[in-house]
């Protein structure tokens, strides 16, 4: 995993969160008990499993704020698939309400951090704990898409779009994908991948975000034809 350059905007990210979640949480309150056991966009996984795994998600986010560390108790395998399909199996009215006060919960958990730049381990890398509120607004933000409802990559503010870009930009240093130079429609860019041959890649924030992310053809972006990202949630 890539380390970001430069601090997150804390406070801005936060407001974000708060958006996509309002959003999300909009366009599921409606949802028929049928809607929410149908396929999402993830394979294998209805609605439901999505729904459960962000609220998971944010429990889990919760416990890194108060111990700093992502290797907590729920990070065994065979633990996180039996709450999923267990959690999944639910109505939709507890979906909804777990959606919502899991994510509360991680809202009053944030309010609670007095030092943003206390290291935490993620995976192999330390990085401060100000990486997290980033990775939840791309959890719930990438999540949505997959519900398959009303959310569209165009609608996504372009802070938002551009914090998120950056983000996945910054998971892909390292690798050895495809070797492409990426140019946003912001003003960002990045060389990321190995290889001899070299990709010119362009496009909005949001949909490079969604394209590299696995969330978009790659006809959404320009100079990416042929080439096919793996999922990044």
Do not use: Y
């Not at 309002?22 to 394979?43: F, N, Q, V």
């Not at 100000?130 to 990775?135: D, E, R």
């Not at 140019?183 to 890649?201: D, E, I, P, W, Y």
């Amino acid at each position: 995993m890539g380390l970001l350059a430069g601090p997150v905007p804390v406070d801005d990210v936060r407001v974000w969160i708060g958006d996509v979640t309002s959003r999300l949480l909009g366009d599921t309150i409606g949802m028929s008990e049928a809607g929410w056991h149908s396929p999402s966009l993830l394979p294998g996984w209805s609605r439901a499993h999505v729904a459960t795994h962000l609220a998971r998600n944010a429990d889990r986010f919760a416990t890194i704020v108060a111990d700093g560390s992502c290797d907590g108790p729920c990070a065994d395998p065979d633990v996180q698939f039996l709450e999923l399909e267990c959690g999944a199996d639910r109505t939709g009215i507890d979906l909804q309400i777990d959606l919502d006060s899991s994510a509360g919960a991680l809202d009053r958990a944030w309010r609670s951090v007095d030092d943003w730049d206390r290291p935490i381990r993620i995976g192999d890398d330390e990085q401060p704990l100000s990486v997290l509120p980033l990775i939840r607004l791309h959890e719930v933000a990438v999540h949505h898409l997959d519900l398959d409802i009303s959310a569209f990559v165009d609608d996504l503010a372009p802070e938002t779009a551009a914090w998120l870009l950056r983000w996945v930009l910054s998971r892909f240093v390292g690798t050895h994908g495809p070797a492409m130079t990426i140019t946003s429609s912001s003003g960002q860019t990045a060389t990321v991948g190995s290889g001899r041959v070299m990709r010119k890649v362009s496009g909005t924030d949001q949909r490079l975000w969604a394209w590299l992310c696995g969330r978009a053809p790659a006809d959404a972006v320009d100079g990416a034809r042929g080439l096919s990202m793996d999922l990044l949630a």
